[in-house]
T-cell receptor, first 112, second 112 residues
Framework: NAGVTQTPKFQVLKTGQSMTLQCAQDMNHEYMSWYRQDPGMGLRLIHYSVGAGITDQGEVPNGYNVSRSTTEDFPLRLLSAAPSQTSVYFC???????????FGSGTRLTVV | RKEVEQDPGPFNVPEGATVAFNCTYSNSASQSFFWYRQDCRKEPKLLMSVYSSGNEDGRFTAQLNRASQYISLLIRDSKLSDSATYLCVVNFPTGGGNKLTFGTGTQLKVEL
């Protein structure tokens, strides 16, 4: 049972490049979310999903897209990377509204 | 006003001490509450849920005060291994899903 798996663990991008951060969970959780964590800012919600085919925006969605074609996968796409997107990105999943989330180990992204 | 507020600390305490953290939240309709622990450069991990009647898990006790809109975490007999950042997390109702909002965390350092 792997839990929540994020790839890659580290990534350096040039400004303007695009990429996809992968997230997969094997716990059959309906709810999945993407957060970014910056020093002094705490974790901020980017996008979330309550099930396959359903996604919605969080607090800081600009510059990011998501899709949820299966229960297991919830990729995060950076459309045109900017230095302001340098951050640590966490994917998380949960079985339901009253439960906490299980987090992946994170992706450390640097945009130069 | 921030949706979830915590004292950033750090709280420096000797081993064996009792330490308490508080967290306030702004939305009186919030339904679920959690404490997470985050070690340096690691993902957040669920420490405990917080129930209306209060709950205990070993050396850890969580309390919820809905009238004053705060939750607390008490750690008894602190261990060196308790050194970490403790995140207060609140579930805000959105009409569509499970959106957790994180506080910026309280740093705890347990010393010999």
């Amino acid at each position: 049972n792997a839990g929540v798996t994020q790839t890659p663990k580290f990534q350096v991008l040039k400004t303007g490049q695009s990429m996809t951060l992968q997230c997969a969970q094997d716990m059959n959780h309906e709810y999945m979310s993407w957060y970014r964590q910056d020093p002094g800012m705490g974790l901020r919600l980017i996008h979330y999903s309550v099930g396959a085919g359903i996604t919605d925006q969080g607090e800081v969605p600009n510059g990011y897209n998501v899709s949820r074609s299966t229960t297991e996968d919830f990729p995060l796409r950076l459309l045109s990377a900017a230095p302001s997107q340098t951050s640590v990105y966490f994917c998380a999943s949960s079985p339901g509204q009253i439960y906490g989330y299980t987090f992946g180990s994170g992706t450390r992204l640097t945009v130069v | 006003r921030k949706e979830v507020e915590q004292d950033p600390g750090p709280f420096n305490v000797p081993e064996g001490a009792t330490v308490a953290f508080n967290c306030t939240y702004s939305n009186s309709a919030s339904q679920s509450f959690f404490w997470y622990r985050q070690d340096c450069r690691k993902e957040p991990k669920l420490l405990m849920s917080v129930y209306s009647s209060g709950n205990e898990d070993g050396r850890f006790t969580a309390q919820l005060n809905r009238a004053s809109q705060y939750i607390s975490l008490l750690i008894r007999d602190s261990k060196l291994s308790d050194s970490a950042t403790y995140l207060c997390v609140v579930n805000f109702p959105t009409g569509g899903g499970n959106k957790l909002t994180f506080g910026t965390g309280t740093q705890l350092k347990v010393e010999l």
